[in-house]
T-cell receptor, first 117, second 113 residues
Framework: GAVVSQHPSRVICKSGTSVKIECRSL??????MFWYRQFPKQSLMLMAT?????????EQGVEKDKFLINHASLTLSTLTVTSAHPEDSSFYIC?????????????FGEGSWLTVV | KQEVTQIPAALSVPEGENLVLNCSFT??????LQWFRQDPGKGLTSLLL?????REQTSGRLNASLDKSSGRSTLYIAASQPGDSATYLC????????????FGAGTRLAVHP
């Protein structure tokens, strides 16, 4: 079964509104989670690294005020797309590595489709 | 800047064929390399992980090789089946930043009966 769960799997929102996507590790504690974005037929691009109890680390070109990341517990990270626009429509996917793991196995969630209309 | 390229971008084969998917990366300073499978609209499933010190890994009908010095990896699929149809992604973890995976654009594989 899935060890990393994302919710919602699909969401449609109106332009200008905000939407929150959750990423949960089900069988392990994750001090670090990762948020990726994937446009159709393109590769995954790392957006940010979510660190439990501290600020997220954003990749170059990713607006931290637009993509708010919160990692309040060892099993949950959330990505909030603020003031969404149609160009934010994409497939968002998270991953996590288990606490104590050297990073050799990273588990991915099922992804969340965001459509902004 | 690390860049990962996968060739071919798409592949359509009849069932039973043996396949080779290619991945190349520009910076040989990697921690490991992973091959993933992604079904349409779904998340990723890790297939094989090769540490930088390793040359290959095998799992069932899958075999992945790594030539770090030349910046290349191949995924070999033996006796392909329709259920193998998916997108196969190659990702490298840079040395010193092993959590940050850099992905290729993938190879879309279709295996028809």
């Amino acid at each position: 079964g899935a060890v990393v769960s994302q919710h919602p799997s699909r969401v449609i929102c109106k332009s200008g509104t905000s939407v929150k996507i959750e990423c949960r590790s089900l069988d392990f504690q994750a001090t670090t989670m990762f948020w990726y974005r994937q446009f159709p037929k393109q590769s995954l691009m790392l957006m940010a690294t979510s660190n439990e109890g501290s600020k997220a680390t954003y990749e170059q070109g990713v607006e931290k005020d637009k993509f708010l990341i919160n990692h309040a517990s060892l099993t949950l990270s959330t990505l909030t797309v603020t003031s969404a626009h149609p160009e934010d429509s994409s497939f968002y996917i998270c991953s996590a590595r288990s606490l104590g793991n050297a990073g050799n196995t990273i588990y991915f969630g099922e992804g969340s489709w965001l459509t902004v209309v | 800047k690390q860049e990962v390229t996968q060739i071919p971008a798409a592949l359509s084969v009849p069932e039973g064929e043996n396949l080779v998917l290619n991945c190349s990366f520009t910076d040989s300073a990697i921690y490991n390399l992973q091959w993933f499978r992604q079904d349409p609209g779904k998340g990723l499933t890790s297939l094989l992980l090769i540490q930088s010190s390793q040359r290959e890994q095998t799992s069932g009908r899958l075999n992945a090789s790594l030539d770090k010095s030349s910046g290349r990896s191949t995924l070999y699929i033996a006796a392909s089946q329709p259920g193998d149809s998916a997108t196969y992604l190659c990702a490298v973890a840079p040395s010193g930043g092993y959590n940050k995976l850099i992905f290729g654009a993938g190879t879309r594989l279709a295996v028809h009966p």
